[in-house]
């Protein structure tokens, strides 16, 4: 089995990996110390979304134990239901709010 380390390549899943006959896999891993939640960014849901059963959710609980376990889930997104916790705040100032405060310099 050939395995990448991707997790700093901006590809929003940890491990691209190939076996044998030519399977291939693209990983997002999580970690817990314990168990519990985990948490998803929105662009590794749209990632692994996009991938379909290609995609594999690996979860490791119990990291700092002597006995860490793990379990594996293909095509996560369309088996789990995530929560979306928060999103994006912006914020719009129109320009009749901002233009009637400070000070306006004029530029070379």
Known sequence: ???TDVSSDGEHYDIRSE???GEKRFIE???R???GAIILTGPEVDKLRQIGDRAWLYIVTHCRGEQPRL???QDPISKLNPEVLYRQVQFVVDEGDWSSHGQEIGVL
């Open 1 to 3: 089995m050939d395995t």
């Open 33 to 35: 110390s314990q168990t």
């Open 29 to 31: 891993v999580k970690g």
């Open 19 to 21: 076996g044998p006959n």
């Open 71 to 73: 379990r594996i889930i």
